[in-house]
């Protein structure tokens, strides 16, 4: 049995008397990549703004290592190991792709701020900003403005910035969103290569992707858990099937 990194209970939010989310039940386990799906509106994003407290919670706990950190500032969990991506890439567009990576760094070294400070100061991190274009694919793109990188290669880049950060678990907000066939098959390569020894949790659109990637899915709808458990499992229950076709006109898991 895996241990679980990341557990909710009962978590809600509720908007000046809507319920966006109720009563979410997450276990994560250490180790696994874990989707959050469902069909628009089903408050996955909202979900991901609880997590990382973007948003406070109306109820409930979020639970981490075994820590309650529901009352935590983002920063707090941010450096605790919970790092997210947005669904809209956020990466410097006239810095290269390698002082992307080591701006991110140098949140390490304490000397993010430091701006009199000579530049030859920086070159501690050279070594790892290389290591880290090398795990997302990107080594021969160090000295590219991040403007001039394609669509796939900014979010590989966005990666490489989120794992600059050491994180302990990875939230991945649509990492496939708006992209063509071949970007989705490298970023989803991407992401199951950089699971390695991390935990994952994702919310994603894209089910070829979800079904070949991820250990377990949870599906949300109206804010509420409608089902859970593998691929298989979730894209033959019944009432799965029913909220999908339902809400995109016929289509299917």
């Given at each position: 049995m895996q241990d679980t990194i990341l557990k909710t209970v009962s978590l809600g939010k509720t908007f000046k008397g809507f319920q966006a989310v109720s009563d979410v039940n997450l276990n994560v386990a250490r180790g696994s990549i874990h989707a959050l799906i469902g069909p628009n509106g089903a408050g996955k994003t909202t979900c991901f703004n609880l997590l990382t407290k973007f948003l406070e919670p109306s109820?409930?706990?979020?639970?981490?290592?075994?820590?309650?950190?529901?009352?935590?500032?983002?920063?707090?969990?941010?450096?605790?190991?919970?790092?997210?991506?947005?669904?809209?890439?956020?990466?410097?567009?006239?810095?290269?792709?390698?002082?992307?990576?080591?701006?991110?760094?140098?949140?390490?070294?304490?000397?993010s701020f430091h701006f009199w400070k000579s530049g030859a100061s920086l070159k501690v991190l050279h070594e790892?900003?290389?290591?880290?274009?090398?795990?997302?694919?990107?080594?021969?793109f160090a000295d590219v403005e991040a403007v001039n990188l394609a669509y796939g290669r900014k979010r590989a880049l966005e990666v490489a910035t989120t794992l600059a950060m050491e994180p302990e678990l990875m939230l991945l907000d649509e990492p496939t969103q708006g992209m063509g066939h071949e970007d989705v098959?490298?970023?989803?390569?991407?992401?199951?290569?950089?699971?390695?020894?991390?935990?994952?949790?994702m919310v994603e659109h894209n089910m070829k992707v979800v079904s070949s990637i991820a250990n377990r899915i949870t599906v949300l709808q109206r804010g509420s858990v409608l089902a859970e458990g593998s691929y298989q499992e979730v894209s033959c229950n019944p009432l799965v099937v029913e909220a999908y076709m339902g809400s995109q006109g016929g289509g299917v898991l």
């Open positions: 109820n409930g706990q979020i639970i981490f290592n075994g820590l309650d950190i529901t009352k935590e500032r983002p920063a707090q969990i941010a450096r605790r190991g919970i790092i997210r991506s947005f669904q809209i890439s956020a990466v410097f567009p006239h810095l290269s792709v390698l002082e992307n990576v080591r701006v991110a760094l140098q949140q390490g070294l304490g000397s790892r900003v290389e290591e880290l274009l090398c795990e997302v694919g990107l080594a021969d098959e490298r970023v989803t390569e991407l992401i199951e290569r950089v699971s390695k020894g991390r935990t994952i949790l």
